[in-house]
Antibody
Framework: EVQLVESGGDLVNPGGSLRLSCAAS????????MTWVRQPPGRGLEWVGR??????????EYAAPVKGRFTISRDDSKNTLYLQMNSLTTEDTAVYYC??????????WGQGTLVTVSS | DVVMTQTPLSSPVTLGQPASISCRSS???????????LSWLQQRPGQPPRLLIY???NRFSGVPDRFSGSGAGTDFTLRISRVEAEDVGVYYC?????????FGPGTKLDIK
């Protein structure tokens, strides 16, 4: 059974940085396309970015609002996905989910971790 | 970016009765490979999203057969044949044909 567990969410000041983790079991992160999706409180879902599988080069892609500020990476030895977030603004306040991408959709989701950007 | 719209945004339904949600995209979701990458996700209160339907009409593993998806091009529908109490939540359509992936605003399904 696939299990994804996010962690690292916290209260951070505007302009600050935070790194989220997504520990995976039941799948090998490097063999999959892995994605981050966020959900501001009381609002809908927004795709943040993804990292492709190692087999196709492990390249990353980002949504326009986070490009240049957020970086997705993985640690194969820990089977863990990361989201490094810099220059945070109040607009980045959201629950962040990691998900496994397959069949051009998001098949498995973690429980999410809350990031609050506020002074 | 492809804009996804959903109607209705809120749908009170009676237990045991059918329900349907419409989703419309600002561009055709037919991919050059012949597939249409439209998915439906369910988010129960306090829970993460859960995949129900992918590629327009394919039910994901473990999804009850009362859920079905249909459509083509820019118009899609999610149908629930007989609503059960556990179906309460918000339903999102999502497209993955065009980059970046985009979601509809969500339709809140609750019981009358």
């Amino acid at each position: 059974e696939v299990q994804l567990v996010e962690s690292g969410g916290d209260l951070v000041n505007p302009g600050g940085s935070l790194r989220l983790s997504c520990a995976a079991s039941g799948l090998t992160v490097s063999n999959n396309y892995m994605t981050w999706v966020r959900q501001p409180p009381g609002r809908g879902l927004e795709w943040v970015g993804r990292i492709k599988s190692k087999a196709v080069g492990g390249t990353t892609e980002y949504a326009a609002p986070v490009k240049g500020r957020f970086t997705i990476s993985r640690d194969d030895s820990k089977n863990t996905l990361y989201l490094q977030m810099n220059s945070l603004t109040t607009e980045d306040t959201a629950v962040y989910y990691c998900a496994r991408e397959d069949n051009w959709t998001f098949e498995s989701w973690g429980q999410g971790t809350l990031v609050t950007v506020s002074s | 970016d492809v804009v996804m719209t959903q109607t209705p945004l809120s749908s009170p339904v009676t237990l045991g009765q059918p329900a349907s949600i419409s989703c419309r995209s600002s561009q055709s979701l037919l991919h050059s490979d012949g597939n249409t990458y439209l998915s439906w996700l369910q988010q129960r209160p306090g829970q993460p999203p859960r995949l129900l339907i992918y590629k327009t009409s394919n039910r994901f593993s473990g999804v009850p057969d009362r859920f079905s998806g249909s459509g083509a091009g820019t118009d899609f529908t999610l149908r629930i044949s007989r609503v059960e109490a556990e179906d309460v939540g918000v339903y999102y359509c999502m497209q993955a044909t065009h980059f970046p992936f985009t979601f509809g605003p969500g339709t809140k399904l609750d019981i009358k």
